[in-house]
C-alpha cells in the first residue's frame, strides 16, 4: 500500500511539471522576440523536461532498490535474531556440557586416585612375589640337593650292601667294565655274584662266547679265586669277538646272564619340564651299558605311598609321578644282558637320561623279549 502511494504521488508530481510545462511554452509562444530566441527558450524547456523525468525516473529506481534492501536488511535483521535464538540455546547446551565436564573431571580424579591406590598394591603384590620366587628359589635348589642326594643314596646301594653267603653261591655274574687295548685278553669287572676261579669255563653275554679264565688279579695280586662284591682283572683266552661295557661273564655249568630288547619296568620321573608320551626316546644307563630306548606302552600309574594303582594305560606322565612301563632298544636287533631286580639288584638298577639330565630312575620287572 505504501509503495502504490508513493507510486500515486510521483504520478500527480509529473502531471504537475507537465502542466507547467505546457503552460511555460504557450508563454512563450506568447512572447514577442525572435523565432530564434523561441526555439532556443524551447529547447531549454525540453532539456528541464528530460531531466526531470530522468530525476523521476531515477528516483523511482532507488526508491524501488531501497525497498530491496530493505527487505533484504528485514531479512538480515531476522536472521540475527533466529542466530541470537541459537545462540541462546548453544549456550544452555554449552552451560551443560561444563556441567557434565566438571562431573567428568570429578570422576577422573577419582579414577586416577583408585589407580594410583591399585599401583601401589600391584607394587606390594610384586614384591611379594618377587619375595616368593626367592623363597621357590631356595626351595628348588633344596629339592634338588635331596633329589640328588636320594640319587646318589639309590645308586650306590648295591656297593655298599655287605657279601652274604647266598651272593657267593648264586651263578657267576661278572659285570665287564673295561677291556685293555692292545691286550685283548685281559679285562676288568665286577664280581656282581658268585665266585670266580682259575680254570673255570666261561660264557660272555650277550654274544655266548666260550672262554677260559687263566688268572684273576685282585688290586694287583694274582690269586686262584675271587668272591662277589670285588674288582678283579681276568685274563681269558678264546676270546674272537669284540667285548664291550656291559657284557657279563656267566660260569658255563650254570644259569647264564638274561639278555633282552624290550622290558618293563617301574620307572620315578625325577625331572622333566613337559609331559612324557609313548614315543619319547631317552639314553638308557643300565649297570655298565649305554643304549638308546624308547618308551612303548605306558601301563599304569601307581600311588606314592601306597603303591596301589591309580590309573590304567594313562596317556602321557609327567615330573613326579611313578608308573610301570614298556620300553623297547631302538636299535634293531640290539640286545643288552640284564637281570630283573628282584632276582639282581645290581643288573636290573637304571636311569634314563636325555643332554645332560637325568629323566628317570627305574628298576626292571620283567624281560619280555
Known amino acids: 500500500m505504501q509503495q502504490q502511494r508513493k507510486n500515486q504521488t510521483a504520478y500527480s508530481k509529473q502531471a504537475e511539471m507537465d502542466e507547467a510545462i505546457d503552460r511555460v511554452n504557450n508563454f512563450i509562444n506568447c512572447l514577442n522576440i525572435k523565432k530564434n530566441r523561441k526555439e532556443e527558450l524551447k529547447r531549454i524547456v525540453d532539456l528541464i523536461q528530460i ?9 523511482f529506481h532507488m526508491e524501488i532498490k531501497n525497498v530491496e534492501v530493505q527487505k533484504k536488511f528485514n531479512k538480515v535483521t ?28 570429578n570422576e577422573n580424579k577419582t579414577i586416577q586416585n583408585g589407580n594410583k591406590k591399585i599401583q601401589n598394591e600391584n607394587k606390594i603384590i610384586q614384591n611379594k612375589n618377587q619375595e616368593l620366587e626367592k623363597n621357590m628359589t631356595e626351595v628348588r635348589k633344596e629339592l634338588y640337593h635331596i633329589k640328588y642326594l636320594n640319587f646318589q643314596t ?27 687295548k692292545n691286550i685283548d685278553t ?59 661295557p656291559g657284557f657279563i661273564l656267566c660260569n658255563v655249568q650254570q644259569d647264564p646272564c638274561r639278555v633282552g630288547r624290550v622290558f618293563d619296568a617301574q620307572v620315578t620321573i625325577i625331572e622333566h619340564q613337559s609331559i612324557i608320551c609313548p614315543g619319547y626316546s631317552a639314553v638308557l644307563h643300565i649297570h655298565a651299558a649305554i643304549t638308546k630306548v ?28 611313578i608308573v610301570i612301563a614298556r620300553f623297547e632298544l631302538l636299535q634293531s636287533g640290539e640286545a643288552i644282558c640284564m637281570e630283573t631286580f628282584k632276582d639282581y639288584p645290581q643288573l636290573g638298577r637304571f636311569t634314563l637320561r636325555n643332554a645332560s639330565q637325568t629323566v628317570a630312575l627305574g628298576n626292571v620287572l620283567e624281560i619280555i623279549e
Open 186 to 244: 685281559i679285562i676288568d669287572g665286577k664280581i656282581e655274584s658268585g665266585c670266580c676261579r682259575v680254570g673255570d669255563r666261561c660264557l660272555i653275554m650277550p654274544n655266548r662266547t666260550c672262554v677260559e679264565v687263566t688268572n684273576i688279579y685282585y688290586e694287583d695280586i694274582e690269586t686262584d679265586s675271587c668272591d662277589c662284591g670285588k674288582n678283579v682283572r681276568l685274563k681269558l683266552n678264546n676270546i674272537e669277538e669284540e667285548i664291550s
Open 294 to 321: 624308547q618308551l612303548k606302552q605306558i601301563i599304569r600309574l601307581i600311588d606314592h605311598e601306597t603303591g596301589n594303582t591309580i590309573q590304567e594305560h594313562p596317556t602321557f606322565i609327567k615330573q613326579g609321578q
Open 78 to 105: 531476522q536472521a540475527l535474531k533466529d542466530l541470537r535464538e541459537e545462540s541462546g540455546k548453544v549456550s544452555a547446551e554449552l552451560d551443560v556440557l561444563k556441567c557434565k565436564f566438571e562431573e567428568f573431571q
Open 154 to 180: 639309590y645308586l650306590n646301594t648295591p656297593t655298599t650292601t655287605t657279601t652274604t653267603d647266598s651272593d657267593i653261591n648264586r651263578p657267576l655274574r661278572v659285570l665287564i667294565i673295561k677291556r685293555h
Open 51 to 59: 531531466s526531470y523525468h530522468k530525476a523521476l525516473d531515477d528516483k
